[in-house]
């Protein structure tokens, strides 16, 4: 197995944790759920990365070039708009970092997932 299609498969089993995450908050409280009083858009945000990470993933295999720059990007704003939420209203910061852990492993290894041919 090469290195490049390796990392794809950590980073698409990341994003696929990311996905149970934001389904399990969609299943057991619904499309209107507020998240606990976070604004309109954070609520929004994270219930569509309950769509926006398997996409991802896939995209990963399919057209790895299009899912590395998405990897990147979902990454990018997650982490943004967490951070923002942990600074404002509170949170668990174990998980923020964790997200930062893994965007730091994604830039660091973006070139590398990309030389899939």
């Given at each position: ?6 990392i ?16 399990l ?5 619904g499309w ?13 945000f ?41 600074a ?30």
């Open positions: 197995m090469n290195r490049s299609l390796l794809r498969i950590v980073w698409a089993a990341c994003l696929a944790g990311g996905t149970a995450t934001h389904a908050a969609l299943i057991g409280h209107r759920w507020d998240y606990g009083g976070v604004p309109w858009w954070v609520a929004g994270w219930t569509s990365l309950t769509f926006i990470d398997p996409s991802a993933a896939a995209f990963l295999f399919v057209k790895p070039r299009i899912g590395a720059f998405a990897t990147v990007a979902i990454m990018a704003v997650d982490v943004a708009v967490n951070v923002w939420v942990v404002t209203y509170g949170g668990v910061v174990w998980m923020v970092a964790s997200q930062i852990a893994f965007l730091i492993f994604v830039l660091a290894t973006a070139k590398l997932a990309l030389r899939y041919r």
